[in-house]
């Protein structure tokens, strides 16, 4: 379906949102033999991979790993060309579910949800687009990612620059070409630590304007090996069942010993090999590197080596060592030789710390110690996560509620799935659940069973009202809140705890305790008859 041709007046389901969430969400409800409709902002599937398209951009879950379970035939099928994928060709998989699945045809692209309205009266939603569809829907399920709402600073003069200018999150589909360019790139989380490198090669000169460093582990990435790819292939029933488990739904090995149990050469031994390795499993390498700070300065201070080791400008180098959080409480980020960049004659670093940015001005960048001229500026300035695209929508529920009001002090939900106040709304991997700090896909594939699951059994029963009590959600809440206060992860200013945003809550928002234990709670939950949830009969018709 393009923007072109109106949506249903009636539906059993709108979903907000084509990336992994939202398609997979539609194909399950499809199977429920529910209608149901995507809106979707962008002219193409893919969400999140829809957007990142700035150089470099690339997953740091394994390829294998970073795809859907659900179908046999399409994990077979699929064939990835490296160990972590890029942008292109995940965005070329995203397209590749849809067809396989004929999705489109119940997606209404380029095309934005403004606001959904909760009906009392018949237990319905109202949800209303910015091209003045009206649609009203049994369900509506917000697909829409946690890292979708791109963020820029509120720098002095950010509007007066004449040169181009990019946010990461935000990339042009056409190629942007910095040949021969001076560019300038602000920021230092995941994004910039990809694209720094890339741009690098192609830019005349790059500028890195940082404020805060972050600890970043070589990917290793190569050309998917084939007996790699097969040693999945022939056993992933299995292997997915495993990964599911896992802490943050990636199969890698955590050793279960603690960091300071062990004598320092052992430890030393342990992170070279896993430095060796590359990505992510870097943090299994103690089971308590995000629970002891003891242990967590050693893992910390090996990677600070690394850094100095490999940055020959001491002042760069040291500059570029995090010291201010402890490691893995900010996301970790997986790069390909970031830096090893900042030895390229044609790339500075400018420690915001020591030279803060004064204003942006028509030709470049001011900071406390002079302006520098560019031709382009790239924001990689991240997101506000988690709740920012889902406050962008005016939510409302029962009695005109409105969600901005109840998550004044920080998102409130019941498993991240529901929130208590807003019938038959549910969120994919909303705040309250593993989310960004899982393995996406396998946590979205299990929200979406789950919501499924719960469709099916009010099917069954001829319900069609479900809501999360106040009093599972605030147990919910309360019950997240110590889990990450028993971890070292409050105590970093990350935008997991909203603090990349002025004036946002500062509060912990994904749950911590793990992807297998937090399915775990769900199932059973759904076991024993939805615990938590008020289920009732809907007071209209269930059908659309
Ligand atoms: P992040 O991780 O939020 O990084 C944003 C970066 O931008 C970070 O280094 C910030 O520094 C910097 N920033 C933000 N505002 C400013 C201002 N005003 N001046 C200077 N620097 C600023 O976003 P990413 O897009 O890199 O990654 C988001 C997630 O996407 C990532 O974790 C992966 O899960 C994928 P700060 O730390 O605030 O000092």
Redesign the pocket.
């Known amino acids: 379906m393009s923007h072109t041709q109106t949506l249903p007046k009636s539906l059993d389901a709108v979903i907000v949102g084509a990336g992994f969430g939202g398609m997979y969400m539609l194909h399950r409800l499809r199977g429920l033999g529910l209608s149901a409709r995507i809106i979707e902002a962008a002219d193409g599937v893919g969400g999140t991979w829809y957007w990142n398209r700035y150089p470099g951009a690339r997953c740091d879950v394994e390829s294998m790993q970073y795809s859907f379970s659900f179908d046999e035939a399409l994990q077979q099928d699929w064939t990835w060309s490296e160990r972590f994928a890029a942008q292109p060709e995940i965005l070329r998989y995203a397209n590749h579910v849809a067809d396989r699945f004929d999705l489109r045809r119940d997606i209404a692209f380029e095309t934005r949800v403004e606001s959904a309205t909760y009906d009392e009266a018949t237990d319905r939603w109202t949800v209303r687009t910015d091209r003045g569809d009206v649609v009203s829907a049994r369900f509506c399920i917000m697909a829409t990612g946690c890292?979708s709402a791109a963020r820029l600073?509120?720098?002095p003069g950010i509007g007066d620059f004449r040169g181009e200018t990019y946010h990461?999150?935000y990339w042009p589909q056409q190629k942007v070409d910095f040949t021969g360019k001076r560019v300038a790139v602000?920021?230092?989380?995941?994004?910039?630590i990809q694209a720094i490198p890339v741009i690098a090669e192609e830019a005349a000169q790059v500028t890195v304007?940082?404020?805060?460093p972050?600890f970043s582990i070589p990917s290793r990435n190569a050309p998917m090996d084939e007996d790699y790819e097969q040693s999945w292939k022939s056993d992933y029933a299995a292997k997915r069942q495993q990964a599911r488990a896992m802490r943050t739904g990636i199969l890698y090995g955590i050793n279960p010993q603690s960091a300071v149990e062990v004598d320092a050469a052992e430890r030393t031994a342990e992170y070279e090999r896993r430095w060796a390795t590359g990505g992510t499993a870097f943090m299994g390498a103690y089971h308590d590197l995000i629970l002891n700070k003891a242990s967590n300065d050693t893992a910390a201070e090996f990677v600070r080596g690394k850094i100095r080791a490999l940055v020959q400008d001491p002042e760069t180098a040291e500059a570029l060592a995090p010291k201010d959080h402890p490691i893995g409480t900010k996301?970790i980020c997986v790069d390909t030789h970031y830096y090893e960049t900042y030895n390229r004659p044609n790339v500075t670093l400018v420690n915001?710390r020591k030279h803060p940015?004064e204003a942006i001005t028509a030709t470049g960048i001011r900071t406390s110690d002079g302006e520098r001229e560019f031709d382009a500026i790239v924001f990689?300035?991240?997101?506000d996560a988690m709740t920012g695209t889902l406050l962008r929508i005016d939510i409302r529920g029962r009695g005109g509620r409105s969600l901005a009001q109840d998550w004044e002090h920080g998102p409130r939900t019941y498993l991240g799935l529901m929130i208590a106040g807003y019938p038959n709304l549910f969120t994919i991997t909303g705040p309250g659940s593993p989310s960004?700090l899982s393995n996406m896909i396998v946590s979205i594939e299990q929200h979406v069973d789950w919501i499924t699951g719960l469709l099916a059994h009010m099917q069954a029963r001829g319900l069609g009202c479900v809501e999360a009590t106040e009093e599972a959600q605030e147990a919910w809440v309360r019950h997240g809140m110590e889990v990450a206060e028993r971890t070292l992860y409050p105590s970093a200013a990350s935008?997991y705890m909203g603090a990349?945003i002025p004036g946002k809550p500062r509060v912990f928002m994904p749950y911590i305790g793990g992807v297998g234990v937090y399915r775990e709670k769900c199932d059973e939950i759904a076991a024993q008859g939805y615990e938590g949830f008020r289920l009732a009969a809907a007071r209209a018709p269930a059908a659309a």
């Open positions: 890292l600073p509120d720098i990461t999150g602000i920021g230092t989380g995941s994004s910039a304007f940082q404020r805060t972050n996301r915001l940015i990689a300035t991240g997101f960004v935008w990349n």
